[in-house]
C-alpha cells in the first residue's frame, strides 16, 4: 500500500506542468507499484479523429516520471527527475478514451536503483509504460529517467 | 520554393489537433525544403521551469509529420500519415523559448519515397528532428513514418 495521497499528486502535478490540464486527465489510480493515468480522446484526437502520437507521447513519459516520483517519496528522496531517452513504438490507433499504464520493475532493480541514488547522489531507472485502450497496447514506450538528489548527497554504504 | 500556404496549413493544424492549440506555437517557417516551429516556453514548463519532456516530444513528432504532409501536399498526394515509431534523446534542458526543426533527407531518400508511395500506396520515411534553443541542440528524435495513399493506387512503373 502507498502513503502518498495520489489525488494530491495529481493536483500539484498539472499544477506544475500547464500542457496536462488540457489533456482531460482522469483521476491517477496507483497502488504502490502500478501507476495508470486515463485520458480522454477528444482533448487528444489528430486530423484522423483517432489519439494523437504527440499526445501518446506525452503521456507516457509523464506516467512513467510520476511512478518513479512516487517512489521517491515514498522512499523520502528529494530528487530531480529527467527523462534521458526514450523509444516509442506505435502499434495501433486509438479510437476512444485511452490511458498510460506501468508498473515498478522487479525488486533487485528498484533496490539497486535506490542504493545507487543514495550512494552516489544520482542513478537511472528504465521503465516500460504502455498507452492501452481497452486491453489493446497501441503504443509502448522504454524510458529511460534519471535521478538527481537535490539535498546533499548521503552515503550510506 | 514551396507552394503551400504555411500560414493555412498551421490554421488547418491547429484546428485539427487541439493539443497544438496550448503550446504557444509561433509561426511555421517552411522554405520547401526545411520547416521550423517556434514554441513559447511559459505553456510548455515542466516542474523544474525547464522545457516539460512531453512538450518536446509532441513538438518534434508534430514537426516532421508537417514536413512529409508538406511535401505530399506539393506532390499532389492525399495521404494518410501516422508515426510508426521513434527515438528520442534529451540532452540538455530548454530554458527559454524553443523549436523543432528538422530537413527533408536527400534526393534520393525522397525519390525512393515517393516512388514506392505511388507504386505502392504506402512507403515509410525516416527524419532527424531537433528541439533546439538558439544554437543548442535539446532533444533529438529520430521518427520513423508511414504513408498510406487514400484514394485508388496508383501504378506508374
Known amino acids: 500500500m502507498s502513503q502518498v495521497d495520489i489525488a494530491e499528486f495529481r493536483t500539484w502535478l498539472l499544477g506544475q506542468i500547464p500542457l496536462l490540464g488540457h489533456m482531460g486527465l482522469g483521476d491517477f489510480d496507483w497502488n504502490g507499484r502500478r501507476l495508470e493515468i486515463p485520458a480522454s480522446?477528444?482533448?487528444n484526437v489528430n486530423d484522423k479523429g483517432t489519439g494523437f502520437g504527440g499526445s501518446q507521447a506525452t503521456l507516457a513519459t509523464i506516467c512513467g516520471w510520476s511512478l518513479i516520483t512516487l517512489l521517491l517519496r515514498e522512499q523520502g528522496?528529494?530528487?530531480d527527475l529527467v527523462i534521458a531517452d526514450s523509444h516509442l513504438d506505435y502499434r495501433a490507433p486509438?479510437?476512444?478514451d485511452f490511458s498510460a499504464r506501468t508498473d515498478l520493475p522487479d525488486t533487485t532493480a528498484v533496490d539497486n536503483f535506490l542504493k545507487r541514488l543514495r550512494n552516489r547522489g544520482r542513478a537511472p531507472l528504465e521503465l516500460t509504460i504502455d498507452v492501452r485502450q481497452?486491453?489493446?497496447?497501441a503504443m509502448q514506450m522504454r524510458?529511460?529517467?534519471v535521478a538527481i538528489a537535490r539535498g546533499p548527497?548521503?552515503?550510506d554504504s
Open 134 to 137: 481497452g486491453d489493446k497496447v
Open 77 to 79: 528522496l528529494d530528487c
Open 41 to 43: 480522446l477528444a482533448p
Open 153 to 155: 548527497q548521503t552515503v
Open 143 to 145: 524510458g529511460r529517467y
Open 94 to 96: 486509438v479510437d476512444g
